[in-house]
Every structure is written in C-alpha cells, then in structure tokens.
C-alpha cells in the first residue's frame, strides 16, 4: 500500500525531561521580547502553532516524504512545522503525537513492561 502521510523518524517527547525545558528555552530565545514587551513574531502565533513548532523541534528527527509527482521532500524542521501545522495533516500530527509520546516505542523489541520508574 501507498503511504501517502509519509513517514517519520522520531525521538520521544516527554514534556518532564531536562531535554524539554531546554528545547522550549532554546525556542523561546528564537523569539526575544524587545523594550519589555513580547515578540511580536511570537505573540503573532497561536497556541497551536507553538505547540506544533516544540513537537517539531524536540521529536522530528527526519522523514521520507514524496510530493504529488513522486520527488523526494527533504526534511528541513520549518518544512516539518509547515507540513504539520497545515489544518489537513491534523490526523498525522495526532498519530505521531501520540506515537512519539508513548516510552514503549522507543524501548528494545524484547522489553515488555514499562521502563523502570514509569
């Protein structure tokens, strides 16, 4: 069968790991408030765009992605985040959300329980 969402290579995304906090610190320098008040770039985006901008940059590692003639779509992280954020690939970024925040996928084959301490 065809796969025409693509696939994706991903890390976990664990919102209370240290790698979290610094990623959404390393993106919020991208966005500097200026005289006191927010960026305007940043203030410009909704919550959604945020979100999916942190899911890019924490989990999308890479992808195999075709366009409709068949040529290969590099992965760039604003590609990822443009791709994402469009409101017809809302099904995608679920199933990858959700994929990418469950610690089993990201565990040898032979594990069967849960890592130790979750």
């Known amino acids: 069968m065809k796969n025409v969402w693509g696939r994706f290579k991903l890390c976990l995304f664990d919102e209370t790991t240290p790698r979290h906090r610094v990623t959404l610190e390393r993106l919020q320098r991208k966005y500097p408030a200026k005289k006191g008040k927010p960026n305007e770039a940043l203030a410009a985006k909704s919550q959604?765009?945020?979100?999916v901008e942190l899911f890019v940059e924490m989990s999308v590692v890479d992808?195999?992605?075709k366009d409709a003639k068949g040529k290969?779509?590099?992965f760039t992280p604003e590609?990822?985040?443009e791709y994402l954020s469009d409101p017809r690939a809302l099904f995608v970024l679920k199933e990858i959300g959700?994929?990418?925040?469950?610690?089993r996928n990201?565990?040898?084959d032979e594990?069967?329980?849960p890592p130790e301490g979750n």
Do not use: S
């Not at 959604?48 to 979100?51: H, L, N, P, Q, T």
């Open 48 to 51: 959604d765009e945020w979100a």
């Open 72 to 74: 290969t779509i590099p």
């Open 111 to 113: 594990q069967t329980d």
């Open 63 to 65: 992808w195999e992605m």
């Open 98 to 103: 959700a994929f990418a925040r469950d610690v």
């Open 79 to 81: 590609a990822a985040i």
């Open 106 to 108: 990201f565990q040898p």
